[in-house]
C-alpha cells in the first residue's frame, strides 16, 4: 500500500507522504514492548531497527521490509545523518515507517536528532515509548532505584559523547547513579566517584543483556570495580551504583 494522495488546486493528484512512529522496543524480551507498539510493527511497511532488537521483536513485523540501521560502540555502524535521510525517503514511499529504537526513544535514543530532520521534511511523527533498560534492570535484580530514608534521586548517564562534547564532566550528584552502555567506561566512573568521595563499599550492581535468557547480574563494591570489570561476553551493560542497591537479608536468590 503506498502513501495517500490529495488534490492540488490545478486537480492533480498528489502523493502524500506516510507517517513516521519512534518506537521503543524495550530493554530486549519481545514479550515487554508496549501493547501499542506491537500493533504497530504488526502494521508497518518498513521498519529501521537498532542492531540490538532481537530476532523475536522482529518477529512481530509481519509484513514490513526490515533495513538494520543498528550501531555498535567500536564496529561499523550507520550514521546517524544516513538513518535520517531512509526515514524520509520511505516515509515518502510508504504509508507506515516504524524506527525501532532499543529501550526507550527518548533517553540515549537520539530521538531528537530524527524528529527534527522528518518535522523540517514536512512528514508526521510519532513516539511510541518503551520500557528503559534502568527500570528493566531494577526489576530484574529485586532493587527499586529509590529507597525511603536511603535514596531519593536517580540519575541516567553515559559515557559516550558528541565530538566536541567534555567527556570529563563531573559526575551527576545523585543518590543512585545509573550508567548506560557501561562496559570499560564503568571503570573510569569507578575511580571519578571514588576520588569525588564516595564510599569505597557502595553496592554496584552490573546487568548484562537485561531481560534477555543471557542475562548476567554481577555485584560488587565501588572500589572492586574501579579495578577491573568483570569477565562479560559482549552483551549490551548497564552498570547501577548507588546504597539503594544494597541485598536485603533473606533476599530471594536471582
Given amino acids: 500500500m503506498l502513501p495517500s ?3 492540488d488546486a490545478a486537480g492533480a493528484a498528489v502523493k502524500l507522504p506516510g507517517r513516521v512512529y519512534l518506537i521503543g522496543a524495550g530493554p530486549g524480551a519481545a514479550d515487554l514492548i508496549t501493547v501499542r507498539g506491537a500493533r504497530l510493527l ?8 537498532d542492531a540490538l532488537v532481537t530476532e523475536e521483536m522482529l518477529a512481530l513485523c509481519v509484513r514490513a521490509r526490515l533495513i538494520d540501521v543498528g550501531k555498535r560502540c567500536g564496529q561499523q555502524s550507520s550514521r546517524q545523518e544516513y538513518i535520517n535521510e531512509q526515514l524520509i525517503e ?25 524528529l527534527t530532520a522528518l518535522e523540517a521534511a514536512g512528514i508526521a511523527v510519532e513516539v511510541v515509548p518503551g520500557i528503559t533498560t534502568a527500570l528493566a534492570a531494577a526489576a530484574a535484580t529485586g532493587h527499586p532505584l529509590t529507597k525511603r530514608g536511603v535514596a531519593r534521586s536517580v540519575a541516567f548517564f553515559t559515557s559516550s559523547t558528541a565530538p566536541d562534547a567534555d567527556s570529563e564532566t563531573r559526575l551527576p550528584d545523585c543518590d543512585t547513579l545509573i550508567q548506560y552502555m557501561g562496559g570499560r567506561e564503568a571503570i573510569a566512573t569507578a575511580v571519578r566517584l571514588l576520588a569525588q568521595g564516595r ?15 543471557n542475562q548476567h547480574i554481577v555485584r560488587l563494591p565501588l572500589a572492586q570495580l574501579a579495578e577491573g570489570l568483570p569477565a562479560m561476553s559482549g552483551g549490551p551493560v548497564l552498570v547501577m551504583i548507588g546504597d539503594a542497591l544494597a541485598e536485603r537479608q533473606a533476599a530471594i536468590p536471582r
Fill in 5 to 7: 494522495a490529495a488534490i
Fill in 42 to 49: 504488526a502494521q508497518a511497511d518498513v521498519v529501521l531497527h
Fill in 90 to 114: 520511505q516515509a515518502r514511499q510508504w504509508p507506515l515507517v516504524v524506527r525501532l529504537k532499543g529501550g526507550d526513544p527518548m533517553l540515549f535514543g537520539r530521538a531528537d536528532e530524527e
Fill in 199 to 213: 564510599d569505597r563499599a557502595t553496592p554496584v550492581v552490573i546487568v548484562e543483556n537485561c531481560s534477555r535468557p
